[in-house]
């Protein structure tokens, strides 16, 4: 499976931006889909997830502000990202889980929020 970013960048605080990631091919299936972060000195962890029924995870200090959504019919999922913080900057990567525990990783893009 391979796991294609877009979106990212530098963005103000208070701002908001965008990203996507699409997976292919469309088969195996996927079991969940979402996005993961790393900000310098730290350990990677958990910023929004999906799983395939539906069901919706969030990592610390960005509920309420951040929202994980799929495209239907398609291993597509987007990350809205509003209100943004300083403490958001990371490198984001794109993450997808099959049925049988397999796990993918994108390349990862760098989100900067600064003024």
């Known amino acids: 499976v391979q796991l294609v970013e877009s979106g990212g960048g530098l963005v103000k605080p208070g701002g908001s931006l965008r990203r996507s990631c699409a997976a292919s091919?469309?088969?195996?299936?996927?079991?969940?889909m979402g996005w993961y972060r790393q900000a310098q000195g730290k350990q990677r962890g958990l910023v929004a997830a999906?799983?395939?029924?539906?069901?919706?995870s969030y990592g610390y200090n960005v509920e309420g502000r951040f929202t994980i959504s799929k495209e239907n019919d398609k291993n597509t999922v987007f990350l809205q990202m509003n209100n943004q913080k300083p403490e958001d900057t990371a490198v984001y990567y794109c993450?997808?889980?099959?049925?049988?525990?397999?796990?993918?990783w994108g390349r990862g893009t760098q989100v900067t929020v600064s003024s």
């Open positions: 999906r799983t395939n029924d539906g069901g919706t």
């Open positions: 091919p469309t088969t195996p299936p996927i079991f969940r």
């Open positions: 993450h997808a889980e099959l049925y049988d525990g397999t796990t993918f």
